[in-house]
């Protein structure tokens, strides 16, 4: 666990090893200022959602991204778009960790959303989509600025590094202003 004065849960929605959201979280983590830390889960662990198996106890897996979720000072998601939307791995986390709605994670968690695709569009359509998942949880999601990473293969370099200098501001600018977000609506 970090000493930092401010702790940010880090996920990923791409389960694939060269991700450009994944990447963008690493960026992420070293954008922030001294005393934040990013550490991130990852969600490729948890099994695929079933009331049948949370009715018998969550599994490991799911109580710890639930333990992490509560001891974070806020979340940061790096969603890809899939099909003009979320990944389905990406809500499943989602899904766990919204259960049960009277104690979830989630309820009033400061988040901030980003992604990053090869496309044109950057996102745009799965970040709509995540905040729309994140509405009933009642997550107090940042509403800007926005982090819309469109043609990706040119901004990150053959080894996962975030190389343009303009993305690599806007992602410090979302961390700082996550933090700022986190801090104006103080502990719940
Ligand atoms: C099932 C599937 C659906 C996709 N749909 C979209 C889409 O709707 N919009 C888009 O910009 N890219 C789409 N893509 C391309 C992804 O943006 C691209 O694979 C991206 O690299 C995935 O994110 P990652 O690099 O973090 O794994 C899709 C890819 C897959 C595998």
Same mark, same amino acid.
């Given at each position: ?5 401010? !702790?940010?849960? *880090?996920? $990923? *929605? ?10 963008? @979280? ?17 969600? *490729? ?26 001891? $974070? ?10 099909? +003009?939307? !979320? ?8 899904? +766990? ?8 994670? @989630? ?11 090869? *496309?044109? @569009? =950057? !996102? ?8 729309? $998942?994140?509405?009933?949880?009642? $997550? +107090? ?18 080894? =996962? ?5 303009? !993305? ?12 700022? +977000?986190?801090?104006? @609506? =103080?502990?719940?």
């Amino acid at each position: 666990m970090s000493s930092a004065a401010f !702790t940010i849960l *880090g996920v $990923a *929605g791409s389960l694939r090893r060269q991700s450009y959201n994944r990447a963008l @979280l690493r960026a992420a983590a070293e954008l922030v200022p001294p005393h934040v830390a990013i550490e991130t889960f990852d969600i *490729g662990r948890l099994p695929h959602f079933n009331q049948d198996v949370e009715a018998e106890g969550d599994p490991p897996e799911v109580r710890e991204l639930k333990e992490r979720l509560r001891a $974070a000072d806020a979340l940061l998601i790096a969603t890809p778009e899939y099909n +003009w939307s !979320t990944p389905g791995v990406l809500k499943n986390a989602i899904d +766990w960790a919204s259960r049960p709605p009277s104690s979830t994670p @989630l309820k009033h968690k400061p988040v901030a959303i980003m992604g990053a695709s090869p *496309g044109l @569009l =950057g !996102t745009a359509r799965a970040q709509l989509a995540l905040r729309q $998942a994140l509405i009933f949880p009642d $997550a +107090w999601v940042l509403p800007n600025p926005q982090v819309v990473v469109m043609g990706a293969a040119d901004k990150f370099d053959e080894n =996962g590094s975030l190389t343009d200098e303009r !993305t690599r501001g806007s992602v410090r600018n979302l961390v700082e202003a996550l933090v700022a +977000w986190a801090r104006r @609506l =103080g502990p719940d």
